[in-house]
């Protein structure tokens, strides 16, 4: 069993800066990616950024140069640094998780938090 909680999401002005956090508990070492998924209403939920076991990442076209994936040594923290944001980046952000356990792959996803871009 793993579960995800984000935090870092709020209300920012253009061109501002924000970095948000997803911390993993339970199974974690089951776990072999982990990323930032977005979704405004209406719209389907887009990949953002992700981050393998491998340390191998990749990110939407519309985030890059802008937005930094890390994951911590332990492994069970996923941040999402995002600079110079526009109001285009306005959504509910997504932390999710993939991995295998007992032979069987899973994926996971917190609760979300909003990011709001605005003057």
């Known amino acids: 069993q793993v579960q995800l909680v984000e935090s870092g999401g709020g209300l920012v002005q253009p061109g501002g800066s924000l970095r948000l956090s997803c911390t993993a508990s339970g199974n974690i070492y089951s776990i072999k990616t982990m990323g930032w998924n977005r979704q405004t209403p209406g719209k389907q939920r887009e990949l953002v950024a992700t981050f393998t076991d491998g340390g191998i990442t990749d990110y939407a076209d519309s985030v890059k140069g802008r937005f930094t994936i890390s994951r911590n040594n332990a492994r069970n923290k996923v941040y999402l640094q995002m600079n110079n944001l526009n109001p285009e980046d306005t959504a509910v952000y997504y932390c999710?998780?993939?991995?295998?356990?007992?032979?069987?792959?899973?994926?996971?996803w917190g609760q979300g938090t909003q990011v709001t871009v605005s003057s």
């Open positions: 999710n998780a993939g991995g295998y356990y007992q032979l069987h792959a899973y994926t996971i």
